[in-house]
Each structure stands twice: as C-alpha cells, then as structure tokens.
C-alpha cells in the first residue's frame, strides 16, 4: 500500500464562474518618453501630461479646447466646410472618409468665438489625429475666414498648430494657403490686432513656414517638435550630426525662434496675461 494518498481532482462543473479577474481595456497608457506605464486617469486629470516626466501627450482639438479658453465660452463656427478631391488623387476620398469616421472632424482643424479670461477671442486648434494635421484648402480658408472675424469683432486671433505639413493630396491648391494665410495675418496686424501663435507637438512643414511663426507672441509647449524639415533629412542633407534636442521648443527658445514655453496645465493662465497686456 503506498505511504500517501493520492487526492483526486475536483470536478469543475461547466457552470462556474471564471476566477480570472479581466482587466479593462484602455486603464493604463505608455509615456513615449520615459516608457513608464502609467494609470491612465492620473494621466486625463494632469492635463494629459505624464506625472512622472511631464511629456506632454499629443491631444485632439476637443480635447485641447477646454485647456485653453474660458469654460463655456467656446462656440463654433464655419463647421460645414468640407475638403474636396480636386485633383482625383488615390485613395484621398477614403482618406477623408475615415478621417472623419476617426476624428468626428470634417478636416483636421476647429474654428469658432471664444473668450480667454473674460476677453473675446476668434480661435483655430488643429487636430494632428486628423490626416496628421496637414493644410489644404479647408485649413487655409477657415484660419483665413477666422482672421476675417477677429478684424471684424475687433478681437485678437489665437491659433495653436499640430500639423505635419501641407497636404500633397491637394498638391499646388495646399501650397496656396500658406501665402492665403500669411496674407491674412498681414491685414490683422494692419488692423493693430495681436496674434498669439501656440506651437505644440509637432509643427512642421508648410505650417511652420507660414502663418505659425508669424504670431506677434510664439508661445510653444514644453519638448514639442517644430521645424520646417524633419531631424532625419536634415542629417540626410547636410552631412551631419545636429545637436542634442534640435528642434525642440527649448532649443527654439534658446535661439530666439520662440518667446516662451508654457506648460499645457498653464496655458490658459498664459493666453489671460498676454491678452491683458495687448488690451493695456
């Protein structure tokens, strides 16, 4: 007889519950500077900044907005403007179609009234989640449309950038709106307006060479990439290695490219004092 009992296995009915405890999709989120996970709530109520190293997560346009103006204030305007496939580019009106489905957005920038510490403003944000925020001829014609209304209301313009670009899909048509906005600018500061131009993660291309660096303020956010060509076809170009943190808001800063860095958490407070010292 053996010296042990072999204890026999419990029957498991079909029936019982699974011990295994699920865990929610979408709890925890990856900072893509220090690769920390973190608790995706500590996340949304930091401003969408991660706690740990202050990277500033790339954010919608909606998500932006209540970050940036008075609660309540914002109302939008010019939202039925549409992108159009003027040149019968491949695949752009799939494109554009689940863009839209994505974002909710009919092209990758929001337009509207608004109030910043109590004072007026006419206001763009651009969405980079929307064809990565490229310039065609919608972008071009509502930061243009949205100039138009701030030297009609006597109100400054405040336009925050996330863009990789113009938008090829609409070849010379997006070149356009850079010398469409730039233009528009001019007639702003003929009016004796301010222009507070806020640059965020990324900024790059036709958009930067146009209308985002010509704010009579440039503010940027702490470690965003701005610049006209990216790191790598620089490098490509020249030859050469290029210093550490090139084209980030701080060496922008640094080189007098930009007037200041404001955190996100900070930007609302920011945007008030700049504002209150125009008004003055």
């Given at each position: ?17 699974d011990k295994k405890v699920k865990v929610p999709e979408g709890l925890w989120i990856k900072c893509d500077n220090c690769k920390e996970i973190i608790y995706r709530k500590e996340v949304d109520k930091n401003y969408k900044v991660c706690p740990k190293c ?227």
């Amino acid at each position: 007889m053996a010296w042990f009992r072999k204890e026999r296995p419990e029957k498991v009915s079909p029936d019982a519950p699974d011990k295994k405890v699920k865990v929610p999709e979408g709890l925890w989120i990856k900072c893509d500077n220090c690769k920390e996970i973190i608790y995706r709530k500590e996340v949304d109520k930091n401003y969408k900044v991660c706690p740990k190293c202050d990277y500033h997560f790339r954010i919608s346009a909606s998500e932006r907005l209540p970050y940036l103006v008075d609660e309540g204030s914002f109302l939008e305007v010019e939202d039925g403007l549409s992108p159009k496939d003027f040149l019968g580019f491949k695949d752009y009106k799939d494109k554009l179609k689940s863009n839209r489905k994505k974002t909710g957005l009919k092209d990758a920038i929001i337009s509207g009234n608004a109030r910043v510490g109590g004072m007026p403003v006419s206001i763009v944000v651009m969405d980079f989640n929307f064809m990565g925020g490229s310039m065609g001829s919608v972008v071009g014609e509502k930061i243009a449309r949205a100039v138009e209304r701030a030297i009609e209301k006597k109100t400054p313009f405040i336009a925050i950038s996330a863009s990789g670009g113009a938008r090829m899909q609409e070849g010379i048509l997006s070149l356009m709106q850079m010398a469409k906005t730039s233009a528009a600018i001019a007639r702003l500061g003929e009016a004796g307006l301010p222009f507070i131009a806020v640059l965020t993660d990324p900024t790059f291309g036709g958009v930067t060479a146009s209308w985002a660096m010509l704010g009579d303020i440039i503010i940027a956010e702490p470690k965003s990439l701005i610049g006209f060509a990216g790191p790598r076809v620089i490098e490509q170009t020249i030859k050469q290695q290029l210093p550490a943190g090139f084209q980030r808001s701080e060496f922008l800063l640094q080189h007098g490219m930009v007037d200041m860095i404001v955190p996100r958490k900070e930007m609302h407070a920011a945007l008030s004092r700049v504002l209150t010292f125009f008004a003055s």
